[in-house]
């Protein structure tokens, strides 16, 4: 009979536990039904979600646009300067510091111009070689110049 008795008692806390537990998750669902719905009717509730609905059809379709746009972006902005390289050097013993460089100036596919500028106490002398690929295009490169290409990162 005390078995019983226990069985009994524990059987009544755990469902008294599960009804506290149960009215609390309904509690808190309803205050936010209620938050939601505050001075709203059905009818209002209604044209409300018919609302949202057509925005969020318009929204969709305009970030449809914004995709492509972005897309063309992209693929037009191939051709725009996107990677620089910068080697400083001497190239000759009579001038103190790397007062000479190269510069190398890449788009998208790795293809642009490399300029060099050779500093010494009578002159400065500036060429521009083009590239193609990170390679020459009908001109040789200096070590250099080599140098810039390969150094050269994409812009951010």
Do not use: C
Not at 121 to 126: G, K, N, V
């Amino acid at each position: 009979m005390a078995l019983s008795g226990q069985l009994n008692l524990i059987l009544f806390g755990v469902i008294f536990f599960w009804l506290i537990f149960s009215t609390i998750i309904f509690y808190n669902l309803y205050s936010h039904y209620q938050k939601l719905t505050k001075g709203i009717t059905k009818k209002d509730l209604k044209s409300i979600l018919e609302d949202l609905l057509k925005k969020f059809e318009k929204e969709s379709v305009r970030v449809d646009e914004l995709v492509k746009e972005t897309q063309k972006i992209q693929s037009e902005n191939g051709y725009n300067i996107q990677k620089m390289g910068l080697v400083r050097f001497n190239p000759f013993s009579e001038t103190g510091g790397n007062q000479s460089f190269s510069l190398a100036l890449l788009d998208g596919e790795d293809s642009g111009l490399v300029i060099t500028s050779l500093h010494s106490r009578e002159m400065t002398r500036i060429y521009a070689k083009p590239v193609k690929k990170q390679k020459a295009d009908g001109f040789e490169l200096s070590a250099e110049e080599k140098q810039a290409i390969k150094n050269s990162k994409r812009i951010k």
